[in-house]
């Protein structure tokens, strides 16, 4: 079936550093990705998406590039800030799949950013 | 546009009883979908309903049902709880269209069970 994997952490961070959080993916069909972020007792935001390889979705200064070839969607943020602090989970919807319609997620990267 | 509600925000029930939670999803969608977040199994896909049937379901046992009214808004039951049902239960909304769909989550549900 469908699954992603993406790194838990905690990953730990200054403020103004380069962010990357890998994910990598496995679909039997034309998967969609997303990345979503949950803040600390709230519900799941969506941070952004890309529908189609080589698309890039971007949003808040995050960026994640659909990459077929080795099945990731790696986030990046050139420099992050405190407010950034939260969980990110990396997703995908595939419906082509044959498995359930619903997204599939990674463990959640808990990201600590300090001043 | 208002975003996905749900309520109640936080609940406390025993083992053995039932529990109903609701999702109103926002105006114009018509696909709501239920998942579970645990800290050891992170987010697990429940069901999907749209226009008042359920289009698909996860691997959940039969305790976890659901329904979804002429409006849209979406109600989740799970009849004789476990301890192991304590979970925040996430509710998403969604155009459902001939391409790609992006769910939209309302702030969850916390269950906790006795």
């Known amino acids: 079936g469908d699954s992603v994997t993406q790194m838990e952490g905690p990953v730990t961070l200054s403020e103004e550093a380069f962010l990357t959080i890998n994910c990598t993916y496995t679909?039997?069909?034309?998967?969609?990705l997303f990345w979503y972020v949950q803040y600390p007792g709230e519900g799941l935001q969506l941070l952004l998406k890309a529908t189609k390889a080589d698309d890039k979705g971007s949003n808040k200064g995050f960026e994640a590039t659909y990459r077929k070839e080795t099945t990731s969607f790696h986030l990046e943020k050139g420099s992050v800030q405190v407010s950034d602090s939260a969980v990110y989970f990396c997703a995908l919807s595939d419906p082509g799949g044959g498995g359930a319609d619903g997204l599939t997620f990674g463990k959640g990267t808990h990201l600590i950013i300090q001043p | 546009k208002a975003g996905v509600t749900q309520t109640p925000r936080y609940l406390i029930k025993t083992r053995g009883q039932q529990v109903t939670l609701s999702c109103s999803p926002i105006?114009?969608?018509?696909?709501v979908s239920w998942y579970q977040q645990t800290p050891g199994q992170g987010l697990q896909f429940l069901f999907e309903?749209?226009?008042?049937?359920?289009?698909n379901k996860g691997n959940f046992p039969g305790r976890f049902s659901g329904r979804q009214f002429s409006n849209s808004r979406s109600e989740m039951n799970v009849s004789t709880l476990e301890l192991g049902d304590s979970a925040l239960y996430l509710c998403?909304?969604?155009?459902?269209?001939?391409?790609?769909?992006?769910?939209?989550f309302g702030p969850g549900t916390r269950l906790l069970v006795l």
């Open positions: 679909a039997t069909g034309y998967p969609s």
């Open positions: 998403a909304s969604s155009l459902v269209t001939a391409g790609s769909r992006t769910q939209y």
């Open positions: 309903y749209f226009s008042e049937t359920q289009r």
């Open positions: 105006s114009g969608h018509r696909s």
